[in-house]
C-alpha cells in the first residue's frame, strides 16, 4: 500500500494518455510499476507496491466496485467492499467510515446510484496519509504524490509554500509546494463524474470531539482502554510489530497497551549511548525481558549520502527537510526486512495538552487563542527567512501564520480555548510536519499511530481540561496500563508516575528540570542544542555544486544578494547542515525534481 494513482475524464482516451503518462513518471522516479490497476467508464486506477516491505492485509479488493488503499488501514466489521459502495453511493458513509481507523487514503472506481460511472477517493480522520489533487488536459487527477500531478498539469513552484517551509518547516492548508496542486482535506470522500469533481462530504469532525462539544467525557481509564482495543486492532494484521521505545510517555503507554492486550512486540530506540531515550529505553527492555533493538549513528545507522538526500526529497514531495527526514529513511530501511509494520507513539501528546502552554494562566477559558503568539511561537521561528525573503512577500512570516491559525481553528470558535490550542496543534503540526513524515514512511514500509485511531483520539479530545492540564492525563494512563512500567524512569530521571504526595520524593530531577526552565527565562538565556547526526553537507560534492547561489534554479525566491551572503557565511563556518541551509537546499531539490518530472512527463 505504498501509493495511489487515479484519472478520471470524460472522454477515455484523453484519460488514458493522461495515465499512461502518469505511469511513465512513477517508473523512471520512484522505479516503481502498478502491483493492480482498474479500469471503467473514463477512470484509470493504479495501486504501486510499497519500496521495502509487504503491503499489509488489504491493499487491494479487485471486485466491482473496486478499491485500493495507500497507508496502513484497519477495517473493523466491514469489508472493503462495503466501503467502496459506501464511497460511490455517498449512502451509508458515515457507518462505513466508523469501521475504519489509522493513516490511508482509498480509491474507489465503479457506479454510482443511476449506474453512472464513477469514481471516489477518501482521507482519513487527521488527512495524515497525504493525497493531492488537480484538474489538467480535461481531467481530475488525484495521486499521493504531488510531484507527479505538478508533472502532468505542468505546475511550478508555489511562492506561498516556498515561503512556508523556509519559515518554518512545512506547508500549510490546501497547499502542496507545487501551483494549482491542492492536498485534500482530512475526513473527506470526494466524488468524481462525468470528468469532473462532484462533490466532497465531511464524515468526520474535529471539532466535534472534542470537550464540550462530544457526548464523551474522556478520563484516563477509558483513553487507557481505547488504547489496548486500537492496538489489539492494529496487531490483528501483522505478525512482527516494531514499537518505537524512547523515555518519554507516548511510546511507553503504547507498550504498556500491547502487554495489557497480550502482545509480544519488539522495540527500538535511536540515539547514542549515554542519550536519555536509550538509557530509558534499555533500562525498561530489561525489566520486561524485550526483544529490544539501539539503532546508534555512524554504526546501525549510517550518515546520509546525496543519494538518500535526493530520495528523501521525492519520498517527501519536496515538503520536508531532507537534512531531517534523510536519515528517517535509513532508519526506517534498516528494519523493513524483519518487521511489517513498525508503531510509533505520534499523537500521544494530545491527551498531554501539547502547546496549552501558549494559552497563559487562562487554559480552558471560553476565549480565542492568541494566534499572533501561536504564529511567533511555533511558526515563524527563524528570523533569517524574512530577511532572506521580504522584499518577495507584502507581509511578515509572523503576520502570514497568524491568519493562517485563525483558519486553521474557526471551527473552535466560541469553544474553550483548549478546543482552539488542540485544533491548531492537530491541523497544522499533526497533519502537514507529522503526517509528511507518515506518508513519507508508508511509501518504504507499513506504519502506525494507534494513538490517532477514533476512540483514543476521542478520549483524549473530550477530557476536561482540568484532567488534561500539565500533562497529568499521560502518567494516570501508564499507571492504570501497567504500574511497574509507570514505575520506571523516563528520560529526565523521574519516574513515569503521577505525582502524589505519597510519590513526591521521586520527582528530584523534575524540580532540577523546571528550576533549570525557569532560570533560563528569567535570564534570558538560550538553551545549547546537542548537534543532530547528518552528513556534513559541505564536503558532498552534489550539495556544493547544486547551492552554488549563482546557478541555483531558486535563487529568485530571495532579496538580492541575501542569498550568496547566506550560503558563504554557512560555508565560511563549517557548518554541518543545520535547519536553515537543509531548508534551502530542499527548496532547491523540490525544484531540481519537478523539472526531472515535468521533463518525463513530456515525453
Not at 464511497?87 to 482509498?106: N, P, S
Amino acid at each position: 500500500m505504498g501509493q495511489l494513482l487515479l484519472v478520471h475524464g470524460s472522454d477515455d482516451a484523453v484519460a488514458r494518455r493522461l495515465y499512461d503518462r502518469a505511469l511513465a513518471v512513477f517508473a523512471a522516479l520512484y522505479s516503481i510499476v502498478p502491483d493492480a490497476e482498474s479500469a471503467a467508464g473514463g477512470s484509470f486506477a493504479a495501486h504501486f507496491p510499497r519500496m521495502l516491505g509487504r503491503g499489509g492485509p488489504g491493499a487491494v479488493h479487485p471486485g466491482t466496485p473496486w478499491i485500493s488503499t495507500a497507508g496502513t488501514p484497519v477495517l473493523r466489521g466491514a469489508s472493503a467492499a462495503d466501503v467502496a459502495r459506501a464511497m460511490l453511493d455517498g449512502r451509508g458513509l458515515e457507518d462505513a467510515t466508523r469501521a475504519l481507523d489509522g493513516y490511508f487514503v482509498a480509491v474507489a472506481v465503479g457506479s454510482a446510484p443511476g449506474g453512472t460511472d464513477a469514481a471516489a477517493v477518501l482521507t482519513d480522520r487527521v488527512g495524515g496519509l497525504h493525497a493531492y489533487i488537480v484538474e489538467t488536459a480535461g481531467c481530475v487527477v488525484v495521486c499521493t504524490s504531488s510531484i507527479v500531478l505538478a508533472a502532468l498539469a505542468g505546475a511550478e513552484l508555489d511562492p506561498v509554500a516556498v515561503r512556508e517551509l523556509l519559515a518554518s518547516h512545512s506547508v500549510f492548508e490546501a497547499r502542496s509546494m507545487f501551483t494549482g496542486v491542492s492536498k485534500l482535506p482530512p475526513a473527506t470522500c470526494v466524488s468524481l463524474s462525468g470528468g469532473r469533481e462532484t462533490g466532497r462530504h465531511r464524515w468526520w469532525n474535529l471539532a466535534d470531539a472534542m470537550w464540550d462539544r462530544s457526548v464523551m467525557r474522556g478520563n484516563a481509564r477509558l483513553l487507557g482502554d481505547a488504547v489496548v482495543e486500537a492496538v489489539s486492532a492494529l496487531l490483528a494484521g501483522f505478525e512482527r510489530p516494531l514499537f518505537d521505545l524512547t523515555g518519554g510517555y507516548d511510546s511507553r503507554n503504547l507498550l504498556a497497551a500491547a502487554l495489557a492486550g497480550g502482545h509480544r512486540v519488539s522495540t527500538v530506540v535511536n540515539g547514542r549511548d549515554g542519550d536519555g531515550d536509550v538509557v530509558a529505553a534499555g533500562r525498561i527492555a530489561r525489566e520486561f525481558g524485550l526483544d529490544h533493538r539501539h539503532q546508534q549513528p555512524g554504526r546501525e545507522l549510517r550518515l546520509p549520502t546525496w543519494a538518500d538526500l535526493r530520495a528523501a526529497a521525492l519520498l517527501g514531495d519536496g515538503e520536508c527537510n531532507v537534512v531531517d527526514y534523510a536519515p528517517v529513511v535509513i532508519g526506517q530501511s534498516h528494519t523493513a526486512a524483519e518487521f511489517d509494520v513498525t508503531v510509533n507513539g505520534s499523537f500521544g501528546e494530545v491527551c498531554r495538552g501539547y502547546w496549552w502552554d501558549l494559552l497563559g494562566v487562562w487554559p480552558g477559558r471560553r476565549r480565542p487563542i492568541d494566534a499572533s503568539r501561536f504564529a511567533m511561537r511555533r511558526f515563524a521561528t527563524h528570523a533569517w527567512a524574512d530577511r532572506m525573503t521580504a522584499d518577495r512577500y507584502p507581509d511578515t512570516a509572523a503576520d502570514h501564520f497568524t491568519r493562517v491559525i485563525e483558519r486553521a481553528v474557526a471551527d473552535t470558535n466560541g469553544m474553550p480555548n483548549t478546543a482552539g490550542a488542540d485544533a491548531a496543534y492537530i491541523v497544522l503540526r499533526m497533519q502537514r510536519w507529522s503526517g509528511r513524515i507518515v506518508s513519507l514512511t508508508s511509501r518504504i514500509r507499513p506504519c502506525a499511530a494507534p494513538f490517532m485511531f477514533a476512540r483514543p483520539l476521542e478520549a483524549a479530545l473530550s477530557a476536561p481540561p482540568r484532567r488534561r492540564l500539565f500533562g497529568r492525563m499521560a502518567p494516570r494512563v501508564v499507571t492504570y496500563l501497567n504500574p511497574r512500567l509507570a514505575s520506571l524512569p523516563l528520560e529526565k530521571g523521574y519516574p513515569a508516575l503521577p505525582i502524589t504526595p505519597l510519590t513526591l520524593h521521586r520527582f528530584g530531577p523534575l524540580t532540577a528540570e523546571l528550576f533549570g526552565k525557569v532560570k533560563k527565562r528569567l535570564l534570558g538565556v538560550k538553551p545549547v542544542l546537542a548537534p543532530r547526526e547528518r552528513a556534513p553537507l559541505w564536503d558532498i560534492a552534489e550539495v556544493q555544486d547544486l547551492l552554488d547561489s549563482r546557478t541555483m534554479v531558486t535563487r529568485h525566491f530571495y532579496n538580492g544578494n541575501s542569498l550568496r551572503e547566506f550560503l558563504e557565511r554557512a560555508r565560511g563556518e563549517h557548518d554541518a547542515g543545520p535547519v536553515t541551509v537543509g531548508r534551502v537546499l530542499t527548496v532547491e531539490l523540490a525544484a531540481r525534481v519537478l523539472a526531472e518530472a515535468r521533463a518525463l512527463a513530456l515525453r
